[in-house]
T-cell receptor
């Protein structure tokens, strides 16, 4: 069974731009969660989508948004990028949010 | 204050030695506790998941323990290998919505 895939793997953007990251979950998994990981803050939960609906949301500003499609693929969007948004963005899929399988992440650098 | 505290922050051991990583939490109500291994530049990989009623769970050379009364967990690694060099993250889920709280991780380096 193929694992969780994330695209792109690396991205460099400029302050003020917006970015969209993509996550393809393991086949059959309907839950997709997004996390931000930085050296200073560690892993932080962004949001979770289940069957195209946002089920849980972390404590991030409205510049961070996401969506899930009918095939369970998910996208995360960050608008008006700030330097502090530089991080590894991880996506995890699961059947029911219990046993989560993480993707390799997208390394976003904001300059 | 973080609701999940891990210690030590970093650890260096020799190949073949055992080590124990600690996780203390204040998350309530407790749902489950997970240990993840994260290699540099990769996503975390689940090692164990424990619910309230479980106090020990093993995955190969990794053994996790949970004391729900004292709100402490440990991850014991036996006969360490170079490939064990990674960050180990403790994650505690709270309540019915599985609100997850993450520890800052312990960075383990195994040297030959």
């Amino acid at each position: 069974k193929a694992g969780v895939t994330q695209t792109p793997r690396y991205l460099i953007k400029t302050r003020g731009q917006q970015v969209t990251l993509s996550c393809s979950p393991i086949s059959g998994h309907r839950s997709v969660s997004w996390y931000q990981q930085t050296p200073g803050q560690g892993l932080q939960f962004l949001f979770e989508y289940f069957s195209e609906t946002q089920r849980n949301k972390g404590n991030f500003p409205g510049r961070f948004s996401g969506r899930q499609f009918s095939n369970s693929r998910s996208e995360m969007n960050v608008s008006t990028l700030e330097l502090g948004d530089s991080a590894l963005y991880l996506c995890a899929s699961s059947v029911d949010h219990y046993e989560q399988y993480f993707g390799p992440g997208t390394r976003l650098t904001v300059t | 204050k973080n609701q999940v505290e891990q210690s030590p922050q970093s650890l260096i051991i020799l190949e073949g030695k055992n080590c124990t990583l600690q996780c203390n939490y204040t998350v309530s109500p407790f749902s489950n506790l997970r240990w993840y291994k994260q290699d540099t530049g990769r996503g975390p990989v689940s090692l164990t998941i424990m619910t309230f009623s479980e106090n020990t769970k093993s995955n190969g050379r990794y053994t996790a323990t949970l004391d729900a009364d004292t709100k402490q967990s440990s991850l014991h690694i036996t006969a360490s290998q170079l490939s064990d060099s990674a960050s180990y993250i403790c994650v505690v889920s709270a309540g019915g919505n599985n609100d997850m709280r993450f520890g800052a991780g312990t960075r383990l380096t195994v040297k030959p």
